[in-house]
């Protein structure tokens, strides 16, 4: 199962955050702390504060020396800086991850509450691997990433996806998701009516899980007074109460994160809009039965969720950031 602790990517950041804090209420400036441990570089400081490196222990503990931290902030701190070294035994925790992926695994693991809105795409956490295979081969269609080793190979990436949702029948410390889907994303051009089926199946069952919401928005319901969200997004609440809680918008091609609190406020505000203007729980899941029934009588024998060949033929390129989740 993936681990129930935030990412270490997660821990650098907080790491990061506490220390600063603890640096601005002693008076120092970033120049006086560099010189009084004796670092040799300048920019080792503003790494650890920003969480861009992997903090060394003896690092953290001269900081918080020469700050004055109590020992039980000192021993809260040294525990986190331990987290946020061991990314190798944190990966371990999954079968595949994809670089893309990983972004996404790193926020959702330690959550406590997860809401995510898409107009068009059925969340990564909820595909099938067949629905997942599709999105897969459309991104394939919008150019090429020399970069990214894992941009042809299909079955790595829907692994990804498939370790990611391993966080919703966790256990007992399984994050509460709440999603919200525009009727669009389980439209005809979403896939072949027999991957669409596969998909509408599955979500049926992680209805019925005591930690998971599904709503979906039909077509011509208005929200609010006529608001039109503009695009997908994600909130990320976490188990601890002092990690941030982070937005996730994405934009197409490229996506953006915030922890920005009048931001985050606005999204939650929008999401709350969006649930009331959708179909609650009980009738979401009538509306998924009888979606199921529609697209049995349309749909052929699936190749698609469990061959490795299974959308139409595109042309080669890249995993574009477009369908990623």
């Known amino acids: 199962m993936p681990p129930a602790s935030p990412s270490p990517i997660l821990r650098r950041r907080r790491l990061g955050t506490e220390l600063r804090r603890l640096r601005e209420a002693a008076g120092l400036t970033g120049d006086q702390v560099i010189e009084r441990i004796g670092w040799a570089s300048a920019s080792k400081l503003s790494r650890l504060e920003n969480g861009r ?9 001269d900081l918080l020396d020469l700050y004055g931290a109590d020992e039980a902030l000192r021993e809260e701190l040294l ?29 959702e693991a330690g959550c406590a509450e997860i809401s995510e809105y898409n107009p068009v795409l059925v969340p ?10 599709v999105r897969i081969a459309s991104a394939r269609q919008v150019g ?6 894992d941009a042809d190979d299909t079955e790595t990436q829907v692994q990804a996806r498939l370790a990611r949702q391993k966080l919703l029948t966790r256990g007992t410390d399984a994050p509460r998701y709440t999603v919200v889907l525009e009727e669009a994303a389980l439209g005809g051009r979403a896939g072949p009516p027999e991957v669409l089926r596969e998909q509408v199946i599955q979500l049926c069952e992680l ?6 919401t599904l709503h979906v928005l039909p077509r011509d319901t208005p929200i609010g007074e006529w608001y039109l969200p503009p695009t997908a997004f994600s909130l990320y609440r976490f188990a601890d109460p002092l990690d941030p809680e982070t937005l996730a918008i994405e934009g197409g091609f490229t996506d953006v994160m915030s922890t920005e609190a009048n931001t985050l406020n606005r999204y939650k505000v929008v999401f ?25 009588e349309t749909a052929a024998p699936s190749t698609v969720a469990f061959g490795p060949a299974t959308a139409p033929v595109q042309r080669r390129g890249r995993s574009g950031r477009l369908t990623e989740r």
């Open 53 to 61: 490196s992997r903090p060394d222990p003896q690092d953290v503990r």
């Open 79 to 107: 525990g986190i800086t331990q987290e946020a070294g061991d990314m190798r035994g944190w990966l371990r925790s999954f079968p595949a991850m994809t670089p893309q992926q990983r972004g996404f695994a790193e926020l």
């Open 124 to 133: 990564g956490l909820l595909q099938t691997p067949g629905y997942a295979r």
């Open 144 to 149: 090429e990433d020399a970069g990214d080793p």
């Open 207 to 212: 209805a019925m899980l005591p930690n998971v």
């Open 272 to 296: 709350e809009w969006l649930c009331t203007a959708a179909l609650s729980a009980s009738d979401t899941l009538s509306w998924l039965i009888e979606a199921t029934g529609r697209l049995t």
